[in-house]
């Protein structure tokens, strides 16, 4: 059974940075796509970044050049670093093992001034 925890979110200003954790067990992780998605109040989920096994990474067009995506397939744990963070990037950040279907319980991140 795969289990995801998120871990990292919290209160920030607008122009801050936070940094997420996703550990995974129950999984052979380094062979897994790993995703994140958030989802805002009052707002469907989205998908915000992937990262293949190897390490590429793609992101969501609201969240580039401001967010980083990296995995250490070692810890078996993924990350996403975030920074210039804008109130509408708040929301619940969910991690996504996308190979097998499984998510985390989601960890809150709120941007405000």
């Known amino acids: 059974q795969v289990q995801l925890v998120e871990s990292g979110g919290g209160f920030v200003q607008p122009g801050g940075s936070l940094r997420l954790s996703c550990s995974a067990s129950?999984?052979?992780?380094?062979?897994?796509?790993m995703d994140w998605h958030r989802q805002a109040p009052g707002k469907q989920r989205e998908w915000v970044a992937s990262i293949s096994p190897s390490g590429i990474p793609v992101y969501a067009d609201s969240v580039k050049g401001r967010f980083t995506i990296s995995r250490d397939n070692a810890l078996h744990t993924m990350y996403l670093e975030m920074k210039s963070l804008r109130p509408e990037d708040t929301g619940v950040y969910y991690c996504?093992?996308?190979?097998?279907?499984?998510w985390g319980q989601g960890t809150q991140v709120t941007v405000s001034s």
């Open positions: 129950g999984s052979i992780f380094s062979a897994n796509r």
């Open positions: 996504n093992d996308y190979s097998m279907g499984s």
